[in-house]
């Protein structure tokens, strides 16, 4: 699920809990708070655990959610999803993409390893007027035309600064200002920057319990472990990494990102509004 409009994109939390349950608990989410955007779709890691009635029980839930987008669906070619028979996410991926068209909603799309194969399926089952999310893109800079074609956003996330620079910079430049969206992907993806103020939860604690840690590379004290999971509020160690490969200020960066985000949130019965434009 997303919850726009924090400073700036798909801000919010997904779980990879067992589909059903998953599904509920983001309903509830939801209901409890106006901020959060409901996501229901059946990630490529729950391919194996799907129900015979999965597609129906997945409609039953956006007949009674009408404000929800679907995903996080997707392809995972990586050290997980290689375990999974990949025609199987195939055919799972495929259905849920006929699902958002049907619908008129965006999709949240997860891909590891496999952007050949997304793309290509894109091609056969797109173009998406109402727009394709892909969560924490890592693909290549060649591979974005073609994409952005499609109705695709690229969303980035910290993961981003795992990628050398340069190949990070090549690719954010190859990407349409009106196609970039940010995002934290917490509790994943910590961002491994030195000189950073980072927000993280340690991993079996009380949700009180989160640390602030000081980036710098002299001081192993302060790096997060590799167990601290991430904080929404480090969105802006994301904003400000990314705007710095763009050489383009922050506050236009934050600006672009927050409109991208409410145009595609704002498919007919969602929670979000654009704002109304001013002569």
């Not at 007949?63 to 070619?77: F, M, Q, R």
């Not at 910079?169 to 920057?193: F, Q, S, W």
């Amino acid at each position: 699920s997303y919850a726009p409009p924090q400073p700036p994109a798909s801000a919010g939390s997904r779980s990879t809990a067992p589909p059903r349950k998953d599904w509920h608990l983001v309903k509830q989410m939801a209901q409890e708070h106006p901020a959060i955007i409901p996501c229901f779709g059946l990630h490529p890691w729950w391919v194996p655990e799907r129900s015979p009635d999965w597609m129906d029980s997945l409609r039953q839930f956006f007949s009674e959610t009408p404000e929800a987008a679907v995903g996080e669906t997707g392809l995972d070619k990586g050290s997980h999803g290689k375990t999974i028979d990949f025609g199987e996410q195939v055919e799972v991926f495929e259905r849920q993409l006929e699902l958002a068209k049907e619908l008129e909603k965006p999709v949240s799309v997860h891909c590891v390893r496999a952007f050949g194969d997304l793309l290509e399926i894109l091609k056969r089952t797109g173009p998406f007027p109402a727009g394709v999310l892909l969560h924490s893109y890592l693909g290549s800079a060649e591979m974005v035309p073609g994409l952005a074609n499609l109705g695709c956003y690229f969303s980035l996330s910290g993961f981003l600064t795992g990628l050398k620079s340069t190949k990070a910079k090549k690719m954010l430049k190859a990407i349409p200002l009106d196609r970039i969206l940010l995002e934290t992907d917490a509790p994943d993806a910590v961002p491994r920057l030195d000189n950073v103020s980072l927000v993280t939860v340690p991993v079996d604690t009380s949700d009180a319990d989160i640390e602030m840690f000081q980036g710098d590379s002299t001081s192993q004290a302060a790096t997060p472990s590799k167990e601290s999971l991430n904080h929404p509020a480090n969105i802006h160690i994301v904003l400000k990494y990314v705007a710095s490969l763009l050489e383009m200020p922050e506050a236009e960066l934050a600006e672009a990102s927050y409109r991208n985000a409410t145009k595609l949130f704002s498919y007919p019965g969602s929670k979000v509004h654009p704002k109304a434009e001013t002569a």
